[in-house]
């Protein structure tokens, strides 16, 4: 078993509110995201679910037990923080052993246990060294090591691969699924990457300002964003938001375009709008039944595809296109819009309009 | 980032700017500046030599007029006297270094116990109007001392710590446990509060935490700030000469002092003892000079 709740989360430093009713629930065993930009209050989170944070409201719930007023060793989790926290004094042979020393096992036990988890992670020649003597590479597999040695109730982990460089990172990436898999083990890990999100997670909860703004899995987070915070928060490139109104079977634009009328959107007529189009809904290659004119404004080449910039009235609206399209900034195109797959946002509360009809 | 204390306690000598250019590497000094400094040394030296010179003299090489720098013939008896008195035995002096050691050994290491969680817990508590409490606590230490002599004496002698050690501890301890606070909060302050955090989630309690995993990092700031509070209680004249009387119980500085002031002043006894005072705090910082430059440059840098 491994269950992580938390209630209404409430926390605030002096007049900043930190966290503001943040409510998630982890399943045992899955690998539960907390995305959000810096200052969401994402580590904040962790912390308090392992007991380091005080907090002003709310509980937190483990296994189904309250476990709010419990202090960390009691907790039985696991940490790996952002700057690892490895102890300077001690060798990495003790910086593992530490969370098994703290439990009194024997000498014997905490051999075997480190031997296996260095191997795991491949660590083994590093053993007698420090921390000072580590890469930062290596650095992250002791922290992880550290956690990795006992079988907690839960993992948690605080933005992890921040520190690493991007090869790296793609690497311990797919090493951290593989480890998540062969332990069966609940993770909670926060980062910043929504790349890391959408890739790592089996769920992921959307922070900002120390509110929840989405749970859902990757696909759906990705694909129905609650909000048009969200949607702008998660995709790369971000996506594009049109301001618009309903008439008729039309969808009118604030710049003066039209569009037909998405099937799916119940939007009364002149309610403020905004279309939502990511960049690979949209294509300046091919025709569609729907499309916005334009004219060209950059072109930002990325090796495997080129971001074409296209503005329309004063908004730039971000297109993906093959590495091979050319065009000079000023020039007069049209771009195809997939209908199916835009998201209507109310312009005024920022919420998604797209689930009722869909 | 965080600093680890490993990386910014260097071993070699710390130095926070680069050295001005005009400083050449090498033999790079000017005349001038090796003739200044060398005035200079001569002055700031030269009590200390006519001490020492003093101390190893016979009574009438003292006397001679005019001085003589070198050729007077050395005693050791002078030193002898500081610790043996006339009619064998211990001297007077003896005890009073004694009670010197024990006043200055126990003050420091009472200020130590309990500067060093307090300041531990000012760094890493939430503690509630924790600017004003800190700088009540640095308030104390705005007068000069001597201004509650009198006051502090009129209380000692209604609860009966007048002429008795633990009376000049107590004072000593209180001067010396804001300095303590101050300074060490400092070093906790550059020890990255994640390592207890680890520890916590280790399975350690929070005390087991700070004890394992904090205090060994804090090491050379302890060492730095003890030396600073010895070195107060050991100088200490106002205090010792006001609250304490008898010989058994007086702490060096006012015993030395005592020396002086009769029809005939024994220099060489006076001035024997005033380097068997110095010495220990000399040899002390010595001893901890490589973490009294690195923990006050550490102290110094704010994060």
Redesign the interface.
């Known amino acids: 078993m491994g269950t992580v709740a938390t209630h209404g989360l409430g926390k605030s430093f002096g007049k900043v509110q930190a966290l503001d009713g943040v409510t998630l629930d982890v399943p045992d065993g899955s690998f539960f995201v907390v995305l959000g930009p810096s200052g969401a209050g994402k580590t904040t989170t962790l912390r308090a679910i392992a007991g380091l944070e005080k907090l002003d409201a709310g509980s937190v719930h483990l296994d189904g037990r309250d476990a709010t007023g419990d202090p960390p060793a009691a907790r039985d989790l696991a940490m790996v923080f952002q700057n690892y926290a490895l102890y300077p004094r001690h060798t990495v042979y003790e910086n593992i052993a530490s969370p098994l020393r703290a439990r009194h096992c024997s000498s014997s036990e905490i051999a075997a246990a480190v031997e296996r988890i260095s191997s795991l992670l491949h660590i083994e020649r590093l053993l007698r060294r420090r921390p000072a003597q580590l890469s930062g590479g290596e650095m992250q597999r002791v922290a992880l090591a550290r956690a990795l040695v006992r079988s907690p109730r839960a993992f948690l982990m605080d933005e992890p691969l921040t520190n690493l460089d991007l090869k790296l990172r793609v690497e311990m990436r797919t090493e951290l699924t593989r480890i998540h898999r062969s332990l069966g083990a609940t993770f909670v890990y926060v980062t910043n990457d929504q790349v890391e999100a959408l890739s790592m997670a089996d769920q992921v909860a959307v922070l900002r300002e120390g509110r929840v703004q989405q749970v859902g899995t990757p696909t759906e987070v990705y694909e129905r964003p609650a909000n048009q915070w969200v949607a702008g928060f998660v995709g790369s490139p971000p996506i594009s938001l049109l301001a618009c109104h309903a008439e008729g079977d039309r969808l009118v634009g604030a710049e003066g375009w039209t569009l037909p009328r998405p099937r799916w959107t119940t939007a009364e007529d002149g309610r403020p709008l905004l279309l939502g189009l990511r960049a690979e809904d949209l294509s300046v290659e091919r025709r569609g039944n729907a499309s916005l004119p334009g004219e060209l404004y950059g072109l930002e080449p990325l090796g495997d595809r080129t971001v074409v910039d296209v503005r329309v009235g004063t908004e730039i609206l971000k297109v993906k296109a093959r590495p091979t399209v050319t065009g000079t900034p000023g020039e007069r195109l049209l771009v195809a819009v997939d209908l199916d797959r835009a998201h209507l946002f109310d312009a005024g509360t920022g919420l998604s309009l797209s689930e009722a009809g869909r | 980032?965080?600093v680890?204390?490993?990386?910014a306690v260097s071993p070699g000598p710390v130095r926070d700017h680069p050295p001005p250019a005009r400083r050449r590497s090498g033999r790079g000094r000017t005349v001038l500046e090796v003739a200044l400094l060398t005035v200079l040394a001569v002055v700031m030296l030269f009590p200390v030599l006519w001490m020492i010179e003093t101390s190893i003299k016979e009574n009438r090489d003292v006397y001679a007029v005019p001085a003589k720098f070198f050729d007077f013939k050395v005693t050791l008896d002078h030193y002898r006297d500081v610790f043996v008195a006339s009619g064998g035995g211990r001297s007077t002096l003896s005890v009073s270094f004694l009670n010197s050691v024990i006043v200055a050994g126990v003050s420091t290491v009472l200020a130590t116990v309990l500067g060093v969680p307090a300041a531990w817990a000012y760094s890493r508590f939430?503690v509630r109007a924790k600017k004003d409490q800190l700088f009540f606590i640095l308030s104390t230490r705005f007068m000069p001392p001597v201004v509650v002599v009198i006051p502090i004496f009129l209380m000692y002698r209604q609860v009966g710590l007048i002429d008795n050690a633990l009376g000049l501890i107590l004072i000593y301890t209180a001067f010396n446990v804001p300095f303590t606070i101050w300074m060490m909060k400092g070093f906790v302050d550059e020890v990255?509060a994640?390592?207890e955090?680890?520890?916590?989630?280790?399975?350690?309690?929070?005390l087991?935490a700070f004890r394992k995993?904090t205090l060994?990092?804090l090491v050379p700031g302890i060492a730095a700030t003890a030396v600073f509070a010895l070195i107060f209680s050991w100088n200490e004249f106002v205090f010792a000469i006001f609250l304490t009387s008898s010989d058994d119980v007086r702490t060096a500085p006012p015993a030395i002092a005592g020396l002086i002031g009769g029809t005939t002043v024994d220099w060489g006894l006076v001035a024997a003892s005033s380097v068997v005072f110095a010495l220990p705090v000399l040899v002390f910082a010595y001893l901890v000079r490589k973490h009294l430059v690195a923990g006050v440059t550490l102290g110094a840098v704010r994060r």
């Open positions: 980032m965080a680890s204390v490993n990386e939430a990255p994640e390592y955090d680890a520890a916590m989630l280790d399975g350690y309690t929070r087991q995993f060994p990092l």
